[in-house]
Every structure is written in C-alpha cells, then in structure tokens.
Antibody, heavy 116, light 112 residues
Framework: EVQVMESGGGLVQPGGSLRLSCAAS????????MSWVRQVPGKGLEWVSG????????DYADSVKGRFIISRDNSKNMLYMQMDSLRVEDTAIYYC?????????WGQGTTVTVSS | DIVMTQSPLSLPVTPGEPASISCNSS???????????LDWYLQKPGQSPQLLIY???NRASGVPDRFSGSGSGTDFTLKISTVEAEDVGVYYC?????????FGQGTMLEIK
C-alpha cells in the first residue's frame, strides 16, 4: 500500500523548534517530489516547502524561509522538516505529500501547536 | 506568487444534479510543452486532500469518471456530471507551474 506517515508534531513555545518526519512506504520514494503542506483547522491549504527527486533542490514559502529546512534521506525513505524560530502563526496540521507522474500521496497530518 | 481564485465558495447541490467549480489563475498555467499545471483536490470531512485531476484534465487513478477537468491558460473548470452524497467536502485547485505552489480558497460542496 502506498502511504506516508508524519510524526514529530506537538506543543512548543514561540521561538522553539520541532523536527517533523515523514515515513514513506509502498512506492519508490526516490522517484517522488516531496513537500510539506499545512492547514489551520477549518481553513485552506498552504504549501510550505518542497524538495525535488532529481537533485534534491529545495524551495520554501516566504513565510518560513530562513526558519524551516526540508531534507530527505532516500536510503531510509524519509522526509524531514526542521522547524526553528517557531511562531504562533505556524500552528497548523502539517501534511507530508509525495507526487510523481499523476500519483499523489498524502499522510494524515501531524499537528503543530505554537503557544506560550 | 500566482493567485488562484475559485468560485463559488459554497455550492449546495441536489444528488443526481451536475455541479461546476471555476478556478482562475493570475498568470497562465500553460507550460511550453503544452500542459496546464493545474490540479484539483477534494478534501472530504476529517480527511487529507486527495488528487482528483492533474495537469488540468487528467483523472487520477481511481477517480470516478463523473469528475472531469477542463480549461487552459488562466481559466479552469471542474465538473461533476451527477453529484453523489460521497462527493461532499472542500474542493481546491492548485497551480504547480511556479514555486510556491498555490491553492485556491476552496469550494465547499454540500448536499441539499
């Protein structure tokens, strides 16, 4: 079964850090472009960051640039996102998403809450 | 960033009737090789988004043929030929031509 599963969310104070992980299974992970998409409950979807499958090139939304770092380990079928200098407005459900040739896989999400 | 605008934002539909959602982009999504980098997603209540249509008009695997996507450039449409109860949720268009990927505001389809 093609699936991804996020972990690492939780409650953190403003200015704190978290590392999200995404474990992939059931597909050739190295073929897939991977990304993180977040959603404030009851609101719309916001693309956060992406990493391609070819040269590992990365990109970020302006709202997280300089604070978040996306990475992948193809040998372990893992996607990561290091989140530093967290802000209240980063509070959301974070989804891991993989895409390749019309095949799209999303996890169930992990919740990040930034609050004092 | 490319701005995606959907309409309507709320869509009450009687089962068995057709439904249509529009998506407009602030820049053309037509790539030089002829594909429109526009996807459609459905997020059912309590679930993650699921891909319905990719590259403007291609149904994703397992998606019923009552769903169809059309359009080119800056104007796109998702059509459901006959709405079923299981189609309720929020529909999003997303452009993947230019980073950052951007989503429309979402259209909530509800059953009358």
């Amino acid at each position: 079964e093609v699936q991804v599963m996020e972990s690492g969310g939780g409650l953190v104070q403003p200015g704190g850090s978290l590392r999200l992980s995404c474990a992939a299974s059931g597909f050739t992970f190295s073929n897939y472009a991977m990304s993180w998409v977040r959603q404030v409950p009851g609101k719309g979807l916001e693309w956060v960051s992406g990493i391609n499958n070819s040269d590992g090139g990365t990109d970020y939304a302006d709202s997280v640039k300089g604070r978040f770092i996306i990475s992948r380990d193809n040998s372990k079928n893992m996607l990561y996102m290091q989140m530093d200098s967290l802000r209240v407005e980063d509070t959301a459900i974070y989804y891991c998403r993989g895409y390749f040739n019309g095949v799209d896989v999303w996890g169930q999400g992990t919740t990040v809450t930034v609050s004092s | 960033d490319i701005v995606m605008t959907q309409s309507p934002l709320s869509l009450p539909v009687t089962p068995g009737e057709p439904a249509s959602i529009s998506c407009n982009s602030s820049q053309s999504l037509l790539h030089g090789h002829g594909y429109n980098y526009l996807d459609w997603y459905l997020q059912k209540p309590g679930q993650s988004p699921q891909l319905l249509i990719y590259l403007g008009s291609n149904r994703a695997s397992g998606v019923p043929d009552r769903f169809s996507g059309s359009g080119s450039g800056t104007d796109f449409t998702l059509k459901i030929s006959t709405v079923e109860a299981e189609d309720v949720g929020v529909y999003y268009c997303m452009q993947a031509l230019q980073s950052p990927c951007t989503f429309g505001q979402g259209t909530m389809l509800e059953i009358k």
